[in-house]
């Protein structure tokens, strides 16, 4: 009841294009879901949330789209730079600070 | 303002030897969660802290457990360490208020055990 899944995996886009992300999750309890870009030694960085009230949520080139009847979210990165080439993570929560996490996407932006 | 600190960054352990590492949170953050991220398991939740009290708790064994102090600062102590143990530990602080979930990492503990 507590997973997030994640995909895909890795994913190679070139410079310009659209990158996609996608978790799934089963608690219909989560309230709360942020998505998290993490560079290799550093902790993940909050990018973008988004509640179940919206569907979709836009900052500068980050958009998240939500699909509470799917128990899906999305995250897509418009205009992808090679600067953007991290790990994403998806998560979800019901529970203040108890995040559960996807299983990450690797994401490499090819100039 | 500053961000989430963690300290030491490096830790090399042996087996069945005790670990303590530390979180200084956001200045004005009351929650502190704690984090284990491993190439397997992924990220996965200890637990957290909020006003010195435990207010959630992962699935982990009892080995792992963890403190606030009244100034938000936190620790988490892993007892009898195991070679699975190895990962980076991570602490994240997140601000009161009601709805308010913003979670903001440090850049982690990376433990190793031999």
């Known amino acids: 009841q507590q997973q997030v899944k994640q995909s895909p995996q890795s994913l190679i886009v070139q410079k310009g294009g659209i990158s996609i992300i996608n978790c799934a999750y089963e608690?219909?309890?989560?309230?709360?879901f942020p998505w998290y870009q993490q560079f290799p030694g550093k902790g993940p960085a909050l990018l973008i949330a988004i509640r179940p009230d919206v569907s979709e949520k836009k900052e500068g080139r980050f958009t998240i789209s939500f699909n509470k009847s799917a128990k899906q979210f999305s995250l897509h990165i418009m205009d992808s730079q090679p600067g953007d080439s991290a790990t994403y993570f998806c998560a979800a929560t019901n529970a203040g600070n108890m995040l559960t996490f996807g299983g990450g996407t690797r994401l490499m932006v090819k100039p | 303002k500053a961000g989430v600190t963690q300290t030491p960054r490096y830790l090399i352990k042996t087996r069945g030897q005790q670990v303590t590492l530390s979180c200084s949170p956001i200045?004005?953050?009351?929650?502190v969660s704690w984090y284990q991220q491993t190439p397997g398991q992924g990220l996965q939740f200890l637990f957290e802290y909020f006003s010195e009290t435990q207010r959630n708790k992962g699935n982990f064994p009892g080995r792992f457990s963890g403190r606030q102090f009244s100034n938000s600062r936190s620790e988490m102590n892993v007892s009898t360490l195991e070679l699975g143990d190895s990962a980076l530990y991570l602490c994240?602080?997140?601000?009161?208020?009601?709805?308010?979930?913003?979670?903001?990492f440090g850049q982690g503990t990376r433990l190793t055990v031999v």
């Open positions: 200045s004005g953050h009351r929650s």
């Open positions: 608690n219909t309890a989560f309230d709360y």
């Open positions: 994240a602080s997140s601000p009161v208020g009601a709805g308010n979930t913003e979670a903001f």
